[in-house]
T-cell receptor
Framework: DTGVSQNPRHKITKRGQNVTFRCDPI?????LYWYRQTLGQGPEFLTY????????KSRLLSDRFSAERPKGSFSTLEIQRTEQGDSAMYLC??????????????FGPGTRLLVL | DAKTTQPNSMESNEEEPVHLPCNHS???????IHWYRQLPSQGPEYVIH???SNVNNRMASLAIAEDRKSSTLILHRATLRDAAVYYC?????????????FGKGTLLTVNP
C-alpha cells in the first residue's frame, strides 16, 4: 500500500478563483478526514466521511467549501471564490475503524494552497 | 474536548533520550492519550497511544501517570530524523470523538 496521496501538492491561485483538491485514501479505509493547517498551528478538523456519507462539517467549513466522496473511495475538496484567508495546508487522512479498537489516522502529505 | 498542555519547544542531542511531557488534567475516564508527530513538510504520523498502562512500540514509549493527568513520550535515542512537532491528543474513537483535536504541539530540535 502506498499510503494516502493528495493532489496537487501545491496550488497557487488568484483570489476569486475556484480550486479542487483530491485525496486518495488507503484502500479499504472506511473513514476519510479533511483538516486545514495554517502556519505555526496544529491541523484543524474540517469534515469527515464514513464510506460515502459526510457525517460532520466543522464551522470552519463555510458555504464556499464543499467535499465529496463518491462511491466511498477518493474524496475531493472544492473551494469556490477563494479568499486570501483560505491560504493554508489542506490535509487528508484516512482510517479503518473497527469496533473495540482505537483508530489510527493516516495522513497524506497535504496540498499547500496560496491565494494571491 | 479535553485540553492538553505541552511545552512549545524542546531541544535534544543526537543519540540521547528525549522525554516530551504532556499535561491533561481534565482527561475523562474514556479518553486515550494519542501522540502524533509532524516532520517538516509532511502530514502528521501516528506515534503511539495508551489508556492507563505504559506502552512501548518500535518508535517510542509512552509513560502515563497513575492519576492519568499527565504523560510522557519517550524517544530512547533521538536521531536527526526525529526532529518534528509532537502532538499529544486526547481521543476516544470508540465514542463520538472521531476527530483529532490538535494543539500547537512541541517542536523538538535534535542537535548533531
Amino acid at each position: 500500500d502506498t499510503g494516502v496521496s493528495q493532489n496537487p501538492r501545491h496550488k497557487i491561485t488568484k483570489r476569486g478563483q475556484n480550486v479542487t483538491f483530491r485525496c486518495d485514501p488507503i484502500s479499504e479505509h472506511n473513514r476519510l478526514y479533511w483538516y486545514r493547517q495554517t502556519l505555526g498551528q496544529g491541523p484543524e478538523f474540517l469534515t469527515y466521511f464514513q464510506n460515502e456519507a459526510q457525517l460532520e462539517k466543522s464551522r470552519l467549513l463555510s458555504d464556499r467549501f464543499s467535499a465529496e466522496r463518491p462511491k466511498g473511495s477518493f474524496s475531493t475538496l472544492e473551494i469556490q471564490r477563494t479568499e486570501q484567508g483560505d491560504s493554508a495546508m489542506y490535509l487528508c487522512a484516512s482510517s479503518w475503524l473497527t469496533r473495540g479498537s482505537q483508530e489510527t489516522q493516516y495522513f497524506g502529505p497535504g496540498t499547500r494552497l496560496l491565494v494571491l | 474536548d479535553a485540553k492538553t498542555t505541552q511545552p512549545n519547544s524542546m531541544e535534544s542531542n543526537e543519540e540521547e533520550p528525549v522525554h516530551l511531557p504532556c499535561n491533561h488534567s481534565t482527561i475523562s475516564g474514556t479518553d486515550y492519550i494519542h501522540w502524533y508527530r509532524q516532520l517538516p513538510s509532511q502530514g502528521p504520523e501516528y506515534v503511539i497511544h495508551g489508556l492507563t498502562s505504559n506502552v512501548n512500540n518500535r518508535m517510542a514509549s509512552l509513560a502515563i501517570a497513575e492519576d492519568r493527568k499527565s504523560s510522557t513520550l519517550i524517544l530512547h535515542r533521538a536521531t536527526l530524523r526525529d526532529a518534528a512537532v509532537y502532538y499529544c491528543i486526547l481521543h476516544n474513537s470508540g465514542g463520538s470523538n472521531y476527530k483529532l483535536t490538535f494543539g500547537k504541539g512541541t517542536l523538538l530540535t535534535v542537535n548533531p
